[in-house]
């Protein structure tokens, strides 16, 4: 299995920028595909976005496109994931995940990804 670390969360105000790490051990990185998810109180974990193998193909929820960008450095063994305007509504707890199941598709169904990392809480104050 890989093991996954987020960082990069913190305390906000209402318009700033983040972007989060994950940062992959214990496999070759370049062999999964990786998402983002997010899950705010009370509320199931959702899609945020979603990055091939090679780094070649994403996917992001729709309604984040604007604001949302996950990249790739295999070389580094990292993923990320730019979060800008931020607002209220994004507070949540984000996790990376990963899977070497699915070749090289971009997987946006949280079912399909079998390694997670701890999480990293996002705050957007008002």
């Known amino acids: 299995q890989v093991q996954l670390v987020e960082s990069g969360g913190g305390l906000v105000q209402t318009g700033a920028s983040l972007r989060l790490s994950c940062v992959a051990s214990?496999?070759?990185?370049?062999?999964?595909?990786v998402g983002w998810f997010r899950q705010a109180p009370r509320k199931e974990r959702e899609f945020v976005a979603a990055?091939?193998?090679?780094?070649?193909?994403?996917n992001t929820q729709n309604s984040l496109a604007d604001r949302v960008t996950i990249s790739r450095d295999n070389a580094r063994n990292a993923a990320y994931l730019q979060m800008n305007n931020l607002r209220p509504e994004d507070t949540a707890v984000y996790y990376c995940?990963?899977?070497?199941?699915?070749?090289?598709?971009?997987?946006?169904?949280?079912?399909?990804?079998?390694?997670w990392g701890q999480g990293a809480q996002v705050t957007v104050s008002s």
């Open positions: 995940a990963a899977t070497s199941q699915c070749g090289e598709g971009v997987i946006t169904s949280k079912e399909l990804y079998d390694n």
């Open positions: 214990g496999r070759t990185f370049s062999n999964y595909a």
């Open positions: 990055i091939n193998l090679s780094g070649t193909s994403t």
